[in-house]
């Protein structure tokens, strides 16, 4: 089998290191990464930008994302900066070469909307990295719905919490991330339930504030700064969801994993249906323990590597030519939902999702 040639384009996104590192283990996978604007901060793997961090990895490195199409890429992963998605996206498309998008697909509609156009246009594919959707546990709900065993869903309880990201400022940067843990959280869980109901978001109320890590982020526990200087990044937040079906859906998106925590945080889904309900902890297998000079809890989880299988499945759709789910239209339906949510959490107000 002839092997693939994927290029990473940028390492702004931490999920970049997972994906180099995967991709760099596939046998029937070339990969090379371009980050040319990176700057290392520090000296652990998540501090490294740049051609340190593909040395680091044991991965190829192009100086210049030129230099990675003049390559020859058959697909690209895009892991820069929410608000950078675009040109990147349309660069690829461009080249007529497939793409595996980070989420959120765009910081804004227009964005969204271009990003589809582009590869439509060029007649390549584009696929959202949402590696949740590809657990084992989401497949074996997602068939036990299927199967009629639930009866029909109205209401889901989900939580997508984490750390504050400190080894990349950009996340707490609204002008660079769109947001904030709302941006962040929102769509892995918007994901989900997409795929489990097919059903389309009808309206969104949200409120947020920025009572977490307020000395890191800045504007204390208020709303927006006063003063007319730009707003900080939410850090805690509730959403809630209403469905075309019936379904109600209520999601913690907040960076409320402390610093001393064993994981960087995790996702659960409580599932509630006229026949049954389901509780479902995403990250939940794991080994615990506690480090003896400090006290501190160990957690090894263990399991399938989502990263791994994710790529697989944008790899195999590559080969093939069949177009891989969750796609742009999915991507698109997921950023409504976090536009609406800030819209909501801005004016006070229940906002309608935009079709």
Not at 189 to 216: C, Q
Not at 219 to 233: E, F, L, Q, V
Not at 291 to 313: H, K, N
Request: hydrophobic share 45%; aromatic share 6%.
């Amino acid at each position: 089998m002839t092997a693939l040639r994927i290029g990473v384009l940028s390492f702004a996104h931490t999920h970049a290191l997972g994906y180099l590192s995967a991709l760099r283990a596939m046998p029937d996978v070339d990969v090379i990464g371009s980050d040319p604007d990176g700057v290392s901060t520090g000296t652990t793997r998540d501090e490294l930008r740049g051609r340190e961090l593909a040395e680091a990895l044991g991965v190829e490195y192009a100086d210049s994302y030129a230099d990675l199409f003049a390559w020859g890429p058959d697909a690209v992963v895009v892991t820069s900066e929410n608000a950078r998605h675009r040109e990147l996206v349309e660069r690829a498309a461009a080249a007529g070469v497939h793409v595996l998008c980070e989420k959120p697909l765009a910081t804004t509609w227009e964005d969204g909307l271009a990003i589809r156009d582009a590869v439509e246009r060029a007649g390549v594919l584009l696929m959202v990295a949402f590696p949740v959707r590809f657990a084992s546990a989401f497949a074996t709900l997602r068939a036990t719905h299927e199967a009629g065993a639930l009866g029909q869903l109205f209401s889901v309880r989900g939580a997508n919490n984490g750390m504050l990201p400190l080894s990349r400022d950009w996340f707490t940067d609204p002008a660079l991330s769109g947001g904030g843990a709302l941006a962040d959280h929102v769509v892995h869980i918007a994901d989900l339930l997409e795929a489990l109901t097919g059903s389309a978001p009808r309206t969104v109320t949200a409120v947020t504030n920025r009572v977490l890590h307020a000395e890191r982020v800045g504007g204390g526990a208020s709303a927006d700064p006063a003063g007319g200087a730009p707003p900080s990044a939410e850090t805690g937040g509730l959403v809630t969801i209403t469905y075309a079906d019936g379904l109600i859906a209520a999601i913690d998106c907040s960076w409320s994993m402390p610093d001393t925590s064993a994981v960087w945080g995790g996702l659960t889904l409580d599932v509630a249906g006229t026949g049954g309900t389901v509780s479902l902890d995403v990250f939940g297998p794991a080994a615990h323990g506690i480090v003896a000079a400090t006290g501190l809890p160990i957690e090894a989880r263990y399991g399938a590597d989502l990263d791994a299988v994710m790529l697989r499945t944008f790899l195999d759709a590559v080969r093939t030519g069949v177009q891989p789910q969750p796609d742009v239209r999915v991507g698109l339906r997921t950023l409504s939902i976090v536009l609406a949510a800030q819209e909501s959490a801005r004016t006070g107000r229940t906002v309608a999702v935009s079709e």
